[in-house]
C-alpha cells in the first residue's frame, strides 16, 4: 500500500493534514494509550484511515510504561559525580543520564549531550523533570525502553481498533548539531521506513535526483510538533494525514540514525 | 496577530494543513515566482489566508534570481583543485563550492561539507546540478545570494497581491550530523521568527517547560517538503496554514544558525 495521499484544505490539490487528537485524559502507569486516543477520536466524530500516521508524545508513552524515577532513591556513582560537577547540574539527574547513556559527548556548564542507549544523539538523554506529577524535582521521565517496541504496540492495537493499516510515531523534541532550536524527531517507529529512498527516480530533465534519501519520520514528526503542546492547552497525539512514505511491517528507528563511523560533520 | 490555526481535515479540532500549490509553470530567470503562485492558487480556486506561510524550494528562487552557472567558464583554482582530489568530484563544481563557502568542514571521498557563506552547514554548499536546463553536467544551481532577502521580495509581493499578513519561508533539503537522511530546512525567512520561545510557559503542573526553544520554521519547512516533489510529479511551493509562530517583520534566519563557539556536539 502506497502511503496514500489526499485530504482537507480548501484547494482542489491533494495535500497533508495535521490534526491535533483533542480531549485525551492526563496518562498514568498501566493506561490504555490506544484506547483513550480512539474514544478521543470517536467523541470529535473522527476516525483513522488507510495510511494515516499517529504521532505520540514520547512524554505520554513513558508515563503509560511507568518511566519515572523517584530522584529520592538514586545514588550517583563516580561517573555521574564527575559529570555533574562539570554540568553543574543535579548528580541524581545525572546518574540516570549516564544510566541511559552509551556515551557522553560533551559535558560542559549547562548542557551534557550523550548518545543514547538507542542511538539517537541529544542532551540529558531524554530526561525531562516537566509535565511528571509529583513535587518540583521529585522525580524525572525516562524514554520508553524500547521506543520502536512501544509504536509496534500501539500500532497493532489502533490497527485493530479501526480496521485500517498505520504507521505510529513516537516523537521527541531533540536539538540539532549546527542549528538552534528544537525539532520534533522519531525515536520510534512501526509501520512504515523512517527514510524515503528516492534514488533512481528522475527529475524533470530525465536526471537522477540528488539529495534523495530523506528523513521521512523525522519530518512527519516534525510536522505533528507543530501542534502537539507540551504546556497546559496541549495535547499529546497527533493524527498526519496524506504523508507518502514506503509502509514496512519490520522497520525500526535505528536506520534514522547516523553510525558514529559514518558521520561526516566532525 | 497570531499565527492563526485551524484548517480543514475531518476532525472538530483546529489542526495544520499543508497543501501543494500545483499547475505553475516551469521557471526561469526574470520570471514572476509571486505572480505566478498567485495565478496557480486562482486556478484552483484557492486563496492565500492571515497567517499562512508560503514555502518555496530554493531551486525555483535559484532559477528565478539566475543562478545557473555553466561549468565551462570555472576554472579551478588550488583549494579547489585539493578538494576535489579528496573528494574524487568535479573540480568545476568544487571550485564553485569553495567560493560559496566560509569554510571547508570535512572533505572524503564522495562528499564535502561545508559552512555556506550564510552560515548553514550542509553538502556541496546547497549545489545541485538536477532540475537544471542544459545538458547534463553542463550547469549547476548556486543558492540564492542572499535568501532572506528572496523571502522578502516574496512576501511583499504575495501580501500586496492576496490583502493578507503572511510569512515565506524558502526551504532546502539538508543533511544531519547526527541522523541520516535530510529534511526539508529553512534557509530564508521573512514574517516569522524562525525560532518559537516557549521559555517561561508553564506545564500541566505550573513547571517551566524545558526544551522550549523550537525550530518552528524548519519544522514548517519539514511539513511542506511532505508535499514538494522534486521529480516530474512534484511542485516548488506548499502552503502550510495553521502554524503557530510569532509574526516578525524584521527577523530572517540567522537566530536558526548555531554559531560555531556554541557547536555542542563536537
Known amino acids: 500500500m502506497a502511503g496514500v495521499a489526499i485530504v482537507g484544505g480548501t484547494g482542489a490539490s491533494p495535500g497533508l493534514s495535521v490534526r491535533p487528537v483533542g480531549g ?66 543535579d548528580p541524581a539527574v545525572i546518574e540516570l543520564v549516564v544510566r541511559e547513556a552509551q556515551a557522553i559527548m560533551r559535558a560542559v556548564p549547562g548542557v551534557v549531550i550523550v548518545r543514547h542507549r538507542t542511538g539517537h544523539v541529544l542532551a540529558n538523554a531524554g530526561i525531562d523533570a516537566s509535565n511528571v506529577s509529583g513535587g518540583e524535582g521529585e522525580s524525572v521521565l525516562l524514554w520508553p525502553d524500547d521506543p520502536d517496541a512501544s509504536a509496534r504496540g500501539l500500532r497493532a492495537a489502533l490497527e485493530a481498533a479501526h480496521g485500517v493499516r498505520l504507521a505510529v510515531i513516537i516523537s521527541d523534541s531533540l536539538g540539532r548539531a549546527w542549528r538552534m532550536g528544537t525539532t520534533g524527531s522519531a525515536i520510534g517507529v512501526s509501520g512504515m521506513k523512517p527514510l524515503r529512498d528516492r534514488r533512481g527516480e528522475r527529475d524533470l530533465f530525465g536526471r537522477e535526483l540528488q539529495a534523495t534519501i530523506i528523513g521521512v519520520a523525522d519530518e512527519i514528526a516534525g510536522a505533528a510538533s507543530l501542534v502537539i503542546g507540551e504546556a497546559a492547552e496541549g495535547t499529546p497525539v497527533a493524527v498526519v494525514r496524506g504523508a507518502v512514505y514506503d509502509p514496512d511491517d519490520e522497520a525500526g528507528v535505528a536506520e534514522l540514525l547516523r553510525p558514529l563511523d559514518k558521520d561526516l560533520f566532525r
Open 24 to 89: 485525551l485524559p492526563l496518562f498514568g502507569p498501566g493506561d490504555d494509550l490506544a484506547g483513550a486516543i480512539t474514544q478521543a477520536l470517536a467523541a470529535a466524530g473522527d476516525r483513522l484511515e488507510p495510511g494515516d500516521v499517529v504521532v505520540v508524545a514520547q512524554k505520554v508513552v513513558s508515563k503509560v510504561e511507568d518511566r519515572t524515577v523517584p530522584l529520592a532513591g538514586v545514588r550517583p556513582g563516580e561517573q555521574a559525580r564527575e559529570v555533574a560537577a562539570k554540568t553543574e547540574k
